[in-house]
């Protein structure tokens, strides 16, 4: 009598690769929880929440960006806030009015990155 050997259970089809966040790509090799935090709980809940619209979100992260003068995130924020709707025309207004209660010298360093961003389109 021969005895039947069992054969492992066939491998199922491996699903597509999901390519990395940008949070992933920028942060994730040394930080992977604070990547996964900014996908999961920034990305994927507060900035989905239905209070505002993403325009009004990008509107209000750039500002807060310009106000604390963080060019670096606000490079990325003003591309985001193209896409989501956000004019030339209105960011360039959102830095001039925060000159006036942010400062001068955040104003002119807002300038500089709209001005990369908007030829980069």
Wanted: proline residues 8%.
């Amino acid at each position: 009598m021969a005895i039947a050997q069992s054969q492992p259970p066939a491998a199922s089809p491996a699903a597509p690769a999901k390519p990395p966040s940008r949070a992933q790509q920028l942060m994730g090799d040394i930080a992977p929880k604070l990547a996964e935090l900014t996908d999961e709980v920034l990305f994927g809940d507060v900035w989905a929440r239905p209070g505002l619209s993403q325009r009004d979100r990008s509107l209000v992260t750039v500002s807060a960006l310009i106000a604390m003068n963080r060019p670096d995130q606000l490079r990325s924020h003003i591309a985001r806030a193209r896409q989501n709707g956000v004019t030339e025309t209105e960011i360039v207004e959102a830095i001039t009015q925060l000159a006036f209660y942010a400062g001068w010298p955040n104003a002119i360093t807002a300038v500089g990155v709209a001005r990369e961003v908007f030829k980069a389109k």
